[in-house]
């Protein structure tokens, strides 16, 4: 066979052609991993139990593609040079209230603080189960972290039932009710459980809405049937006992009125019953705070001792083998979002943990409880990119957490250099979508308003609470309306009313300025009062209703700002979520009221 011979012109044009080839194949390769990220030269702490070491992490698809000290940075990735840096797994904090009151008040600066503080899941206890649907939905539209909604039960009168409406906290007082009031839940795709089981009130009123074992048992049982996971606000060891026996799942709250011993530890032990202790608001004197002489009144001196107790009990219970998971208590007074959740690891560290068993209560535990390590937590191979980089080395010094570099959920960086700006998240409320003129008509079968909002009662707060019973009637050829009775309670100044949100879980705004005002028909025994909640607070107007039907029209113009949730700014008209009927009597007088046909004019 004779040799081929190649020309100076055909090696060059081989050359060219293997060239183009390789240059073809270079640019496939740097396009297939375009979205993969690759940290290099980090120290990782894995959540896993292992010392930091060096590593390299892969991301692809926003999981951990591969982790070790050998792993390469595939071609064409994004690579962060994490060299002189950690890198952990995203914080957690089981327990935070998105509320208009914390700091900050509002959906998107809140998502803010936890991302730019590396916490990327947090579970909310605030929500009612209305507004699970669309709160997801915004945001998802956000940089935001995972977020877990609870749906809340408590005693009648209880903790949490004491000002909210028996649709955002159920109210139950027996095994068959809380049985129920979970099957009642479970359509709205809860993540998990908050009992409020607990009356002790912090110990300033008596334990008279304590819920009973059998009734506490009986919510476990159901709730883990349909696999949620059951936290209970419970601060007193006495009833954390009974929370140990029913098995829930987490108490999340500091047992503060005593300090444990052996036979409680081991109550929670056998129940499998782990603890968040929110330590950051209990804590006396938060950060910032000036200096408080812990004699200066018993108020203050009970504070401090219980403080003490909580710390004492918190370690106890870890080295009796109970998980401590990362709770703070976030939205409450002196509890900002975000750094609060750092704060917590550092409490846990004055408690006497290490930082290594802060940071792993911060992670891999709280994935552990919420049951959710399967997917998150740890930084292993499989795993879900939500990571955190901190300049500095927080498994010898706690206070390192809170020097937050860069920030990754499902492994796109969100926070820190390179990090695109968070340009949705600077609005305060969801877009306004157009109002509809009918609001409600009370001709649905469902119960449901002509939205397809769930009208919800709306007495006042308190253990004293005036009772309310708001129903659909016959009104004979008129198809049905609604009737609202009500026995005031004894206090200076009682209501009752019922809301008809505009838009499902009264998240999203209608703009109504296309309208003049709100029309209904009415009868009634006497005076009363239309609101209307917008996104800036709550408006007003009186208006009176005699034993005939008539209709009203109340304009626009003729609301003002109600009381101490009213409004602060002036009246525009484009971010309305709310109507409401509502009337006051003095103390254990009747109301009634019937009304129909609302809608905008």
């Given at each position: 066979?004779?040799p081929?011979?190649?020309s ?9 052609i293997l ?6 194949v ?7 991993n375009?979205?993969v ?6 120290t ?5 139990g ?18 070790g000290?050998n792993v ?9 040079d ?8 995203g914080?957690f ?21 936890y ?7 947090v579970s ?21 972290p995972?977020?877990n ?19 955002t906290t159920?109210w139950?007082?027996t ?9 009642a839940?479970?359509?709205y795709k ?8 607990d ?7 008596p ?6 074992e ?27 006992e009974v ?12 047992l503060?009125?005593?300090r ?13 019953t ?9 804590e ?5 705070q000036?200096?408080?002489d ?17 710390l004492?009990?918190?370690k106890?219970?870890?080295d009796a ?7 703070t208590d976030?939205?409450?007074p002196g ?7 750092l704060?917590?690891?550092e ?8 930082p290594s068993?802060?940071l792993?209560a911060?992670t891999?535990l ?22 955190v980089?901190?300049?500095g ?8 957490v809170?020097?937050t ?10 926070f ?11 609005a ?14 009370f001709?649905?079968?469902?119960g449901?308003s ?5 009208r ?18 016959a009104r ?11 026995r005031?309670s004894?206090?200076p100044?009682p ?5 008809i ?12 300025r ?7 028909e ?6 009363y009062?239309?609101?209307?909640s ?15 039907w008539k ?11 109600a009381?101490?949730?009213?409004a602060k700014g ?19 007088e ?7 046909n609302?809608?905008l004019?």
């Open positions: 066979m004779k081929v011979r190649i100076f012109f055909g090696a060059t044009a081989l050359a060219g060239g183009v080839a390789a240059f073809g270079a640019q496939a390769a740097k396009s297939a375009a979205d990220v690759a940290i290099m030269g980090a990782v702490f894995d959540g896993t292992a010392a930091p070491h060096l590593a390299n992490v892969i991301i692809r698809d926003g999981r951990i593609a591969d982790v000290p390469k940075a595939p071609r064409g990735a994004k690579v962060i994490a060299k002189g840096e950690a890198l952990l797994p914080f904090d089981l327990h935070t209230h998105w509320t208009p009151g914390g700091v900050p008040a509002t959906t998107p600066q809140i998502a803010t603080a991302v730019s503080a590396g916490v990327t899941t909310d206890f605030n929500a009612a189960p209305e507004s699970f649907a669309p709160r997801r939905q915004w945001l998802s539209t956000l940089v935001a995972h977020v909604f609870a749906a809340r039960m408590s005693t009648p009168g209880g903790h949490g039932a004491d000002w909210a409406d028996t649709a159920k139950v007082n095994p068959e009710a809380a049985r129920a009031a979970v099957k839940l479970v359509p809860p993540d998990l459980i908050k009992a409020f089981t009356g002790w009130r912090y110990g300033v009123a334990d008279n809405t304590s819920m009973d059998w009734t506490l048992t009986a919510l476990v049982d159901e709730a883990h049937k349909n696999d949620l996971k059951v936290f209970t606000h419970t601060v007193s060891v006495d009833r954390g929370a140990g026996r029913a098995k829930v799942d987490v108490i999340t709250h500091s503060q009125d005593r444990l011993d052996a036979e409680a530890i081991d109550i929670l032990k056998a129940g499998g782990a603890d968040t202790p929110t330590l950051a608001v209990y006396p004197v938060k950060p910032g000036p200096p408080r812990p004699d200066e009144n018993p108020t203050v001196k009970q504070s401090f001792k219980k403080f003490d107790n909580a004492h009990n918190a106890a219970l870890h083998g109970v998980v401590i998971a990362l709770g976030a939205g409450m509890t900002p979002h975000g750094v609060s959740t704060h917590e690891m409490l846990m560290v004055r408690a006497g943990l290490t068993e802060a792993m911060g891999a709280s994935a552990k409880v919420i049951n959710q390590l399967g997917d998150r937590g740890t930084i292993e191979k499989g795993k879900r990119a939500d990571l980089l901190i300049k080395e927080p498994w010898k010094t706690i206070s390192d809170r020097k570099d860069r920030v990754l959920i499902d492994g796109k960086l969100v820190g250099p390179g990090a695109p700006p968070m340009t949705a998240n600077q305060t409320t969801l877009p306004s979508i157009q109002a509809k003129a009918a609001i409600d008509d001709e649905r079968a469902d449901r002509s939205l397809d909002t769930l919800t009662d709306d007495p006042d707060g308190g253990l004293d609470r005036t009772v309310e019973v708001s129903q659909v009637i004979g050829d008129q198809g049905h309306a609604l009737s609202i009775n009500a005031m004894m206090k100044r209501y009752a009313g019922v809301i949100p505009l838009t499902r879980g009264s998240i999203q705004p209608v703009d109504a296309a309208f003049k005002g709100v029309r209904f009415v009868r009634g025994d006497g005076d009062a239309l609101g209307v917008t996104s800036g607070g709550r408006w007003s107007a009186p208006f009176a209703a005699g034993s005939a209709t009203v029209e109340i304009p626009f113009s003729a609301l003002k700002p009381g101490e949730r009213g002036e009246w525009t008209g484009s971010d309305l979520t709310e109507v409401e009927f509502m009337g006051g009597r003095k103390g254990g009747k109301l009634w009221m019937e009304i129909d609302v809608g004019y």
